[in-house]
């Protein structure tokens, strides 16, 4: 029988914090709380978190600072929860590595659902034949399929998230082809469409910045104006097709 999944919510409104952490609880989850970026940090170290929900307007470090310093070492999933509307908010939160961002006020429904659907595309086996090892290079790179690591020509280790590893999977596996964006949307598992997401496009950003020489002008995955983007690299060895389900 599978363990309980472990959530860490982070909110400064203790009414806030006991709504969202008793809605887990119901669920069967167990939950672990905090009210600032100590308490997370404390938490953190405490027990091995599976899901991290996070306020953005905290006392002391924002979330978004919280946010910025997870992602130097953990590709551990965060749901940024904010008050702030703003398009750039969620953009920037986005950016920095959130895995998905809901607005106040928001129905505690909605907020489980995406959790779980999260939960269950990290418990998902990765694509291919499991325990076999599977990779794929391109200009000196290594992408462990199977691992889900990424290695630069020089053997460095590049952190990816979980967004990030899966965009760039399908690009590579659809090498020289141009994807839309609304079919990459769809590569990042049981996100909900909205004609004005820009999940993509950030993604790509943070991608640019890690695996091109110049991301300013990207030589691999190249924007197609008003339509999508292709990855574009002749001598690519992509991993193996997903098995027929």
């Given at each position: 029988?599978?363990?309980?999944?472990?959530?860490?919510v982070v909110e400064?409104?203790?009414?806030?914090?006991?709504?969202?952490?008793?809605?887990f609880e119901v669920?069967?989850?167990?939950?672990?709380?905090?009210?600032?970026?100590?308490?997370?940090?404390?938490?953190?170290?405490?027990?091995?978190?599976d899901l991290v929900?996070?306020?953005?307007?905290?006392?002391?470090?924002?979330?978004?600072?919280?946010?910025?310093?997870?992602?130097?070492?953990?590709?551990?999933?965060?749901?940024?929860?904010?008050?702030?509307?703003?398009?750039?908010?969620?953009?920037?939160?986005?950016?920095?590595?959130?895995?998905?961002?809901?607005?106040?006020?928001?129905?505690?429904?909605?907020?489980?659902?995406?959790?779980?659907?999260?939960?269950?595309?990290?418990?998902?086996?990765?694509?291919?034949?499991?325990?076999?090892?599977?990779?794929?290079?391109?200009?000196?790179?290594?992408?462990?399929?199977?691992?889900?690591?990424?290695?630069?020509?020089?053997?460095?280790?590049?952190?990816?998230?979980?967004?990030?590893?899966?965009?760039?999977?399908?690009?590579?596996?659809?090498?020289?082809?141009?994807?839309?964006?609304?079919?990459?949307?769809?590569?990042?598992?049981?996100?909900?469409?909205?004609?004005?997401?820009?999940?993509?496009?950030?993604?790509?950003?943070?991608?640019?910045?890690?695996?091109?020489?110049?991301?300013?002008?990207?030589?691999?995955?190249?924007?197609?104006?008003?339509?999508?983007?292709?990855?574009?690299?002749?001598?690519?060895?992509?991993?193996?097709?997903?098995?027929?389900?």
């Amino acid at each position: 029988m599978d363990a309980p999944k472990r959530v860490l919510v982070v909110e400064d409104d203790l009414t806030t914090l006991e709504l969202i952490a008793g809605y887990f609880e119901v669920e069967g989850f167990r939950v672990l709380r905090a009210r600032d970026g100590d308490e997370m940090e404390a938490a953190l170290r405490k027990a091995a978190v599976d899901l991290v929900c996070l306020d953005l307007r905290l006392p002391g470090r924002d979330g978004l600072s919280l946010l910025r310093e997870l992602r130097r070492t953990s590709d551990m999933p965060v749901i940024v929860i904010s008050a702030r509307t703003d398009d750039i908010d969620k953009i920037v939160a986005l950016e920095i590595g959130a895995d998905d961002y809901l607005e106040k006020p928001f129905n505690p429904r909605e907020l489980l659902a995406r959790a779980g659907n999260i939960l269950r595309r990290i418990a998902a086996p990765p694509a291919g034949p499991q325990g076999d090892a599977e990779y794929c290079r391109f200009r000196g790179w290594t992408l462990d399929t199977a691992a889900r690591r990424l290695t630069a020509p020089d053997g460095q280790d590049i952190h990816l998230t979980r967004g990030e590893f899966e965009l760039l999977l399908v690009l590579i596996r659809n090498r020289g082809r141009v994807m839309q964006r609304d079919t990459l949307l769809d590569a990042l598992s049981d996100r909900n469409r909205d004609p004005f997401d820009r999940t993509v496009d950030v993604l790509i950003g943070r991608l640019r910045k890690k695996i091109e020489r110049d991301p300013r002008h990207p030589e691999m995955i190249v924007t197609m104006h008003g339509i999508g983007y292709v990855f574009i690299d002749p001598d690519t060895t992509p991993p193996p097709p997903k098995p027929a389900e």
